[in-house]
């Protein structure tokens, strides 16, 4: 069954990605061949595509995919071809220090998939696939513990999400600030990711859900998802959100942007004894300060938070089933379809709309 697939690959960071073909080898023992649905576009593919963030080349990003399991190779159980699959980018060996912890999302083993080449290109050149899953590939090659089951009723342009702008966003607020009944979160950068975490806060109770972007459009869609107020952002974005929480700031800030005046502002957005999370994914060359005095001062707690402190097997069943009770909109963040030879317009597009995503042909 192993054939070509069209696939976008980028050679080189700085460079668009080039539409061309993967040979694809049958799936070894304990992996899974899925064809590709829908992938979504993160900002994480962007920062890779830049050099911003390093992968091995070359590559077939995206990693935010669903789609349907096609072969399945020796020793693999509980998944059959037709079986409709979301794919974790960060899937755990569950026998390292970390998942050992209970903090699989932390797994030394995670990025292993993605350094090992997983197909050929036409000229025999091997390719890796982006952060282990390859998602602008029509068809991909994975562990079967990067395949995570998902309903057969649940659309598979949504189910994408869940694979990271939903496990990350709503992880976030529930695993990491784990917000209660009447907080105030403030939310900064409405993406994909941010949008998620609005969403998280409406439905862990938050009583005011203040988010934060400049850019059009992103108000309305903001409210939809919950927000009870939304601000551009910018200096004056602390004593906007203090004058909204009775005059002391925010409980949560999730940051989703991942810049240094974004981690700044989120920070500065909390109360006394607040919490600000770090969604964002910043470059190793720019610098977050604080003076000394502020830290002991405010008293506030700085994390981060990695695929929303999530562990995928756990929390994408339970997110299906947020899905089916209608409090988690997966539809209303699916902004823009396009075709696989449309991925660089959807990467340019990334900080309009909600998600874009690469929709494959059945
Ligand atoms: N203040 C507020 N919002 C901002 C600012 C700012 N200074 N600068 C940019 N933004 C907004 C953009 O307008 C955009 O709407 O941040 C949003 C980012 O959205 P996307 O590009 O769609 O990014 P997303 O995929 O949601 O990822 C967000 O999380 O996983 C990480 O690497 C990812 O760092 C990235 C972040
Ligand atoms: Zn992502």
Not at 101 to 119: I, K, M, S, T, V
Not at 336 to 346: M, S, T
């Given at each position: 069954?192993?054939?070509?697939?069209?696939?976008?690959?980028?050679?080189?960071?700085?460079?668009?990605?080039?539409?061309?073909?993967?040979?694809?080898?049958?799936?070894?023992?304990?992996?899974?061949?899925?064809?590709?649905?829908?992938?979504?576009?993160?900002?994480?593919?962007?920062?890779?595509?830049?050099?911003?963030?390093?992968?091995?080349?070359?590559?077939?990003?995206?990693?935010?995919?669903?789609?349907?399991?096609?072969?399945?190779?020796?020793?693999?159980?509980?998944?059959?071809?037709?079986?409709?699959?979301?794919?974790?980018?960060?899937?755990?060996?569950?026998?390292?220090?970390?998942?050992?912890?209970?903090?699989?999302?932390?797994?030394?083993?995670?990025?292993?998939?993605?350094?090992?080449?997983?197909?050929?290109?036409?000229?025999?050149?091997?390719?890796?696939?982006?952060?282990?899953?390859?998602?602008?590939?029509?068809?991909?090659?994975?562990?079967?513990?990067?395949?995570?089951?998902?309903?057969?009723?649940?659309?598979?342009?949504?189910?994408?999400?869940?694979?990271?702008?939903?496990?990350?966003g709503?992880?976030a607020v529930?695993?990491?600030?784990?917000?209660?009944?009447?907080?105030?979160v403030v939310v900064i950068g409405l993406?994909?990711v941010g949008l998620a975490a609005v969403q998280g806060a409406?439905?862990?109770?938050?009583?005011?859900i203040i988010a934060v972007d400049?850019?059009?459009?992103?108000?309305?869609?903001a409210?939809?998802f919950g927000a009870?107020?939304?601000?551009?952002?910018?200096?004056?974005?602390?004593?906007?959100?203090?004058?909204?929480?009775?005059?002391?700031?925010a409980?949560h800030a999730i940051e989703c942007?991942?810049?240094?005046?974004?981690?700044?502002?989120a920070?500065?957005?909390?109360?006394?004894?607040?919490?600000?999370?770090?969604v964002?994914?910043?470059?190793?060359?720019?610098?977050?300060?604080?003076?000394?005095?502020?830290?002991?001062?405010?008293?506030?707690?700085?994390?981060?938070?990695?695929?929303?402190?999530?562990?995928?097997?756990?929390?994408?069943?339970?997110?299906?089933?947020?899905?089916?009770?209608?409090?988690?909109?997966?539809?209303?963040?699916?902004?823009?379809?396009?075709?696989?030879?449309?991925?660089?317009?959807?990467?340019?597009?990334?900080?309009?709309?909600?998600?874009?995503?690469?929709?494959?042909?059945?």
């Amino acid at each position: 069954m192993s054939g070509r697939v069209p696939a976008a690959v980028l050679y080189a960071a700085g460079e668009p990605l080039r539409l061309t073909e993967l040979t694809l080898p049958e799936p070894g023992p304990g992996q899974v061949r899925v064809r590709m649905a829908a992938t979504g576009v993160c900002h994480s593919d962007k920062s890779l595509a830049s050099g911003m963030l390093r992968h091995e080349l070359p590559v077939v990003l995206g990693h935010e995919g669903a789609g349907r399991v096609v072969a399945v190779g020796d020793g693999v159980t509980g998944l059959a071809p037709g079986d409709p699959v979301v794919l974790n980018w960060s899937p755990a060996c569950r026998e390292c220090w970390w998942c050992r912890h209970e903090e699989p999302w932390l797994c030394a083993d995670a990025a292993a998939a993605a350094q090992r080449p997983y197909a050929r290109l036409a000229d025999g050149t091997e390719v890796y696939p982006g952060l282990g899953v390859g998602g602008f590939g029509a068809e991909t090659v994975v562990s079967a513990s990067a395949c995570v089951p998902v309903p057969a009723d649940l659309p598979l342009t949504e189910a994408a999400l869940l694979g990271c702008a939903v496990l990350t966003g709503v992880g976030a607020v529930r695993n990491v600030a784990r917000v209660k009944p009447g907080d105030s979160v403030v939310v900064i950068g409405l993406g994909g990711v941010g949008l998620a975490a609005v969403q998280g806060a409406r439905m862990a109770g938050a009583a005011e859900i203040i988010a934060v972007d400049p850019a059009p459009g992103k108000a309305e869609l903001a409210r939809r998802f919950g927000a009870t107020d939304v601000l551009p952002g910018g200096p004056g974005l602390a004593k906007q959100v203090r004058d909204r929480t009775g005059g002391r700031g925010a409980d949560h800030a999730i940051e989703c942007v991942g810049r240094p005046e974004t981690i700044r502002a989120a920070w500065s957005s909390t109360r006394r004894g607040g919490q600000a999370v770090v969604v964002g994914v910043g470059a190793r060359t720019e610098a977050v300060t604080f003076h000394a005095l502020e830290l002991h001062h405010f008293a506030r707690t700085l994390t981060a938070s990695v695929y929303g402190n999530t562990d995928p097997v756990r929390d994408i069943p339970s997110l299906v089933a947020d899905w089916r009770a209608g409090r988690l909109d997966l539809a209303g963040l699916v902004t823009d379809r396009v075709p696989l030879d449309r991925v660089n317009e959807a990467m340019d597009r990334l900080g309009m709309g909600a998600r874009s995503v690469v929709v494959f042909p059945d």
